[in-house]
């Protein structure tokens, strides 16, 4: 088997700190991939960090939980329903969290459960 070489993922982040200092919008599937399962896969940590690296730097951002449901998922072109949750407050407290070194991994682990639990609300599983 193959060891997957190490990735540097500063210059993606920098470019996601630019466009949320910018005003832009981006989308994120926080899964990592796609799936034909009913649960939702274990969520990345990249959709934690780039939200707490914006917020310390004094960049607002607001996490909109969006639930792709398809009516018959083995179906081509299948029919579709997008649900749009509300907006994920992001406490102070996890951003003080995050900017601590010691912290950072449980401020990322606490804003992941909390995303989980609402794209859970807009996903049919």
């Not at 990735?7 to 599937?29: P, S, T």
């Amino acid at each position: 088997y193959k060891v997957t070489p190490h990735i540097d993922h500063n210059e993606m982040f920098g470019r996601v700190d630019e466009a949320l200092a910018n005003g832009k919008c981006i989308g994120i599937f926080p899964e990592g991939g796609s799936h034909d399962r009913t649960e939702l896969l274990p969520l990345k940590v990249g959709v934690a960090i780039m939200a707490l690296r914006a917020l310390s730097k004094g960049t607002p951002v607001k996490l909109i939980p969006v639930g792709i449901n398809y009516f018959a998922p083995h179906v081509f072109r299948s029919k579709v329903f997008v649900d749009v949750g509300c907006p994920v407050d992001i406490e102070p407290e996890l951003v003080k969290l995050f900017n601590e070194k010691e912290t950072r991994r449980e401020a990322c682990s606490q804003l992941l459960e909390t995303m989980r639990d609402r794209l859970e609300m807009v996903c049919i599983t």
